[in-house]
């Protein structure tokens, strides 16, 4: 299953069943998309004339095939020009004749015929992740100040969404969903947008 071509910095696949050969039997499962758990907490306080909510969101135990990691790792040469962009750090890092990386494999040529950029283990990253889903913080004017503005009420709050996240997860954002809505790709991260952080100002006056 080696191809012929291998050569010094590429990708080595471990022989998992231990027959000295490197084939299709060594395919081993490298975990599950899905969560062991996942779920969430509110909590809503006020203390004063002020409020607020607090809203946790997570997962825990999935794994996902960093697939776009994959495409950054994929270093095209033809002559002396790459034909693709890729990451910086594997730019920089990537295995040559006098930088042996562990991490990164070689840049490969158009000629090239290898598994440097097969799925494996290299790209399947924890998932697990804790998110601030929803953050609110809202002061309510005392009556004896709303009277005198002749207001029987006045609240002004600040809202946060998605404010932070956190992840060992390397790719844009952990909470990829099924992609398409195809559950073949349900663990595999293949670009999708990460979620927008939102902040919102509001004065409610009655």
């Given at each position: 299953?080696y ?7 590429d990708r ?5 069943d231990?027959?000295?050969?490197v ?61 693709q962009?890729?990451s ?38 924890d ?51 099924i ?10 991260d ?6 927008s ?10």
């Open positions: 299953y191809r012929a071509a291998t050569r010094p910095g080595y696949f471990a022989d998992i231990g027959d000295g050969v084939n299709a039997n060594d395919r081993t499962s490298l975990g599950s998309p899905q969560p062991k758990f996942f779920g969430g907490l509110n909590f809503d306080g006020t203390y004063r004339a002020w409020d607020f909510n607090i809203f946790f969101y997570g997962s825990y135990g999935n794994k996902i095939l960093n697939y776009t990691e994959s495409n950054l790792q994929s270093f095209q040469k033809r002559g002396s020009e790459g034909v962009n890729v910086l750090d594997y730019f920089n890092n990537r295995w040559t004749s006098s930088n042996a990386s562990n991490t990164y494999s070689r840049a490969l040529h158009n000629d090239d015929n290898t598994l440097n950029n097969v799925p494996s283990s290299h790209w399947v990253e998932g697990s992740y804790l998110r601030l889903k929803n953050l609110t913080i809202g002061y309510t004017l005392p009556s004896s100040v709303s009277n005198r503005l002749m207001l029987s009420r006045a609240r002004v709050y600040i809202s946060s969404q998605n404010l932070f996240t956190i992840t060992k997860y390397s790719g844009l954002d952990p909470e990829i969903g992609q398409n809505g195809n559950p073949i790709f349900n663990g595999v293949n670009g999708v947008y990460p979620l952080r939102f902040f919102t100002f509001d004065l409610t006056v009655t």
